[in-house]
């Protein structure tokens, strides 16, 4: 079975800091990759995702995210933290092809920011 | 723009009473989920439609039941709310959830509901 570890539940860092939030995957074959953001009271916004191809990738906001398939990781990065990025951030993983397309999320690392 | 509305965005319910919290997108996908997030925790998958066919996760209590009368709207009804189902309730819709590559699951903004 698929599962999703993220061992960080609350990480703060100062504005303008740069910023790791630590993914670990289990999955048995060649996997989609996506990571995730929550404001309070909102539904979720995808930053990025990987399914193939180059494993460094870009998203939205500054983000990015290392797909290592040697250590079963996918942590998202970001040089420089702005106060807006305070959120929950949710890392998920899901099945490259093949069948129901059923995502598992980590339990999500709650991102402050202080100034 | 194309997106995800989830309607109410606040509800309060009693314990026992149904309600029903609405889905609806102008993606045109065929895929249509509902999630249940209880506080500071991850979303849990309840089911999903391909098209007109329901998926039931096996763990979603009978409670809860899903509706799909068209591609656009979906409708989560629950039909004996307890306690323990105040959530914030999440729909999500992709492309083909047939695992095709490229897709992605996009989310509305979420229903907080509250069983009093």
């Known amino acids: 079975a698929q599962s999703v570890t993220q061992p960080d539940i609350h990480i703060t860092v100062s504005e303008g800091a740069s910023l790791e939030l630590r993914c670990n995957y289990s999955y048995g074959a060649t996997p989609y990759l996506f990571w995730y953001v929550q404001s309070p009271g909102q539904g979720l916004q995808l930053l990025l995702k990987y399914f193939s191809g180059d494993t460094l990738v870009q998203g939205i906001k500054g983000f990015e995210a290392e797909f290592k398939r040697s250590q079963s990781s996918f942590n998202l990065r970001k040089p420089s933290v702005h106060w807006s990025d305070a959120a929950e951030y949710f890392c998920a993983v899901g099945p490259y092809s093949g069948g129901y397309q059923k995502v598992t999320f980590g339990t999500g690392t709650k991102l402050q920011v202080i100034p | ?116």
């Open chain 2, 1 to 116: 723009d194309a997106m995800v509305i989830q309607n109410p965005r606040y509800q309060v319910t009693q314990f026992g009473k149904p309600v029903t919290l609405s889905c609806s997108q102008t993606l045109n996908h065929n895929v249509m989920y509902w999630y249940q997030q209880k506080s500071s925790q991850a979303p849990k998958l309840l089911f999903h439609y391909y098209d007109k066919d329901f998926n039931n996760e096996a763990d979603t209590p009978d409670n809860f039941q899903s509706r799909r009368p068209n591609t656009s709207f979906c409708f989560l009804d629950i039909r004996s709310p307890g306690l323990g189902d105040t959530a914030m309730y999440l729909c999500a819709t992709s492309r083909d959830g047939r695992g095709g590559t490229g897709d992605t699951q996009y989310f509305g903004p979420g229903t907080r509901l509250t069983v009093l």
